[in-house]
Nanobody, 117 residues
Framework: QVQLVESGGGSVQPGGSLRLSCAVSDRLISRYCMAWYRQAPGKERERVTTINKYGATTYADSVKGRFTISLDNARNSAYLQMNSLKPEDSAIYYC???????????WGQGTQVTVSS
């Protein structure tokens, strides 16, 4: 069983930045497609971004140019750098891993991100 633990959430003003981290218990993080999802109250869960073992990334249109996903294989971690945050980015953010991008098998517990003035 692979465990994922997110950290780095919090409250920030519009236009601010946050960096989320996801620690993965499997040392061979490169075997997975890593992803970040988010879910706001009353809304469906949304896939925000993915990165595969080759480093290829995808982003939701709503975050393109503002968010960046990255991996640190030596630290068994994935990251989500979020810049120019907007109130509509407020949600619980989940880290996920799967053998295929778009199919998440393992999930973290989530971390809250609140963007408000």
């Amino acid at each position: 069983q692979v465990q994922l633990v997110e950290s780095g959430g919090g409250s920030v003003q519009p236009g601010g930045s946050l960096r989320l981290s996801c620690a993965v218990s499997d040392r061979l993080i490169s075997r997975y497609c890593m992803a970040w999802y988010r879910q706001a109250p009353g809304k469906e869960r949304e896939r925000v971004t993915t990165i595969n073992k080759y480093g290829a990334t995808t982003y939701a249109d709503s975050v393109k140019g503002r968010f960046t996903i990255s991996l640190d294989n030596a630290r068994n971690s994935a990251y989500l750098q979020m810049n120019s945050l907007k109130p509509e980015d407020s949600a619980i953010y989940y880290c996920a891993a799967g053998s295929v991008c778009g199919v998440a098998t393992y999930w973290g517990q989530g971390t809250q991100v609140t963007v408000s003035s």
